[in-house]
C-alpha cells in the first residue's frame, strides 16, 4: 500500500502541529479531463475529514494552505471558484460546533470580498472558545508579506516609544505573526509531488520536518495522514544539537 498506513503511531509520537500545503487539485482535473474548478471542489471536499481525523488522531493544531498572495495570478474564473469554496467553507460553522473545532484565518483579509470577510469574522468569533483542535485557514496568505507585516506592527510601536529595538526578540517577533500564540508546525506535507514550500509560513518552519508525497490532494485520505505520521515518528530531530 504505498504511501498508506492504516492506522497513526502512538501518541507521544505525534507532532502537535501539522502544516497541508494543499496542492494537485488542477492535475487531478486535468487527469480526468475535467476543468480545474472541478478539481479544487475535490480538494475541498477531503479538507473536513482530514481534520477529523488529525482530531481524532490528537493532533491539536493544523494549518490548512487554501490560497496565497501568489495565487491570484491565475485565471478569474478559478479564482472566483476558489472564493466560492471557501465562502460555502466558512459560512458552514456547523462541523466546527460539532467537532469543538477553533478556526483561524491566516493571511490578510483586506482585499477579500465583504460577505467573505464578515464570514470569516463571525467564524472566528464564534469558534474562539472551542478547544478540541485549533485549525488555521491559510487564506491570502504570504510567508513573505506575513513577515513584512509583523516587522511594520513592531516598528510602529518602536515609533510610539511603547517598545525598543533591543526588545525585538524571536519570541516577541513570533507573536507578531499571524500564528502568534501557537506552537511552531513540527510537520509540512505537501502532496502532488512538488518538493517547495511555495511561501508557506517560513519562519514558522526553521526546524520542521517535510514530507512531500505523490498522490494529488483530493485523493488523499486519512490512510495518507496515517503514513504521514510514521514517517515524521521516525525522523530524529535534532534542533542543532547531537
Ligand atoms: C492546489 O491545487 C489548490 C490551490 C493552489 C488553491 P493546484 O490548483 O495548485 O493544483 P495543480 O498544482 O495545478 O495540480
Ligand atoms: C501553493 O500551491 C498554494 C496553495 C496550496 C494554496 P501552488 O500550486 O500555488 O504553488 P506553486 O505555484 O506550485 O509553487
Ligand atoms: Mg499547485
Known amino acids: 500500500m504505498k504511501e498508506r498506513e492504516s492506522s497513526p503511531p502512538e501518541r507521544e509520537y505525534l507532532p502537535r502541529h501539522i502544516g497541508i500545503i494543499m496542492d494537485g487539485n488542477g492535475r487531478w482535473a486535468r487527469a480526468r479531463g475535467l476543468?480545474?474548478?472541478?478539481?479544487?471542489?475535490?480538494?475541498a471536499k477531503v479538507v473536513g475529514?482530514?481534520?477529523?481525523?488529525?482530531?481524532?488522531?490528537?493532533?491539536?493544531h493544523v494549518t490548512i494552505y487554501a490560497l496565497s498572495t501568489e495565487n491570484w495570478k491565475r485565471p478569474r474564473k478559478e479564482v472566483d471558484a476558489l472564493l466560492e469554496l471557501l465562502r460555502r467553507y466558512l459560512s458552514d460553522m456547523e462541523e466546527y460546533r460539532r467537532e469543538n473545532a477553533r478556526l483561524i484565518v491566516l493571511?490578510?483579509?483586506a482585499p477579500l470580498p465583504p460577505?467573505?470577510?464578515?464570514?470569516?469574522?463571525?467564524?472566528?468569533?464564534?469558534?474562539?472558545?472551542?478547544?478540541?483542535?485549533?485549525?488555521?485557514?491559510?487564506l491570502n496568505y504570504g510567508?513573505?508579506?506575513?513577515?513584512?507585516?509583523?516587522?511594520r506592527l513592531l516598528a510602529q510601536e518602536c515609533a510610539e516609544g511603547r517598545l525598543l529595538p533591543e526588545e525585538i526578540t524571536e519570541e516577541r517577533f513570533s507573536k507578531a505573526l499571524?500564528?502568534?500564540?501557537?506552537?511552531?508546525?513540527?510537520?509540512?506535507?505537501?502532496?502532488?509531488?512538488?518538493?517547495?514550500?511555495s511561501n508557506f509560513l517560513l519562519w514558522q518552519t526553521a526546524y520542521a520536518e517535510l514530507l512531500f508525497m505523490d498522490v494529488l490532494w483530493p485523493d488523499f485520505t486519512p490512510e495518507h495522514l496515517n503514513y504521514a505520521l510514521h514517517q515524521y515518528a521516525r525522523r530524529s530531530r535534532r534542533f542543532g544539537g547531537v
Request: aromatic share 2%.
Open 178 to 197: 499571524y500564528t502568534a500564540g501557537q506552537p511552531d508546525p513540527d510537520l509540512i506535507i505537501r502532496p502532488s509531488g512538488e518538493q517547495r514550500l
Open 35 to 43: 476543468p480545474r474548478e472541478m478539481g479544487h471542489r475535490a480538494g
Open 143 to 151: 510567508s513573505r508579506a506575513e513577515i513584512v507585516r509583523g516587522a
Open 107 to 109: 493571511g490578510d483579509t
Open 49 to 60: 475529514e482530514i481534520i477529523r481525523h488529525c482530531k481524532k488522531t490528537g493532533i491539536p
Open 115 to 138: 460577505d467573505l470577510r464578515e464570514s470569516i469574522r463571525k467564524a472566528q468569533e464564534e469558534s474562539a472558545g472551542n478547544t478540541a483542535i485549533t485549525v488555521n485557514i491559510a
